[in-house]
């Protein structure tokens, strides 16, 4: 785990290199908003694929956000 603390800094570097973004924000990098209107679906799957490896190989935590109003309601229900 350190060494994702140590080289994730890195990461978002090279991401702002690539398509001028600060930070991985998946609904933008999946939608294809914001500073990543004009990246291939190809180099944002990428994305994708980079993170998960990194969630599986060091077992993160995973925590779903949502701001919809109904998912409030959801929420509740369960």
Known sequence: ???????????????????????????????GRGEFKDIPFPIRLALFRFMAHLIQAYQFPIFVQIGLDYSIYIVQMI
């Not at 785990?1 to 990098?29: N, S």
Request: proline share 6%; glycine share 6%.
């Open 1 to 31: 785990m350190p060494e994702v603390l140590e080289q994730f800094p890195r990461a978002l570097e090279e991401l702002g290199k690539l398509v001028g973004a600060r930070e991985f924000h998946f609904a933008d990098i999946y939608a």
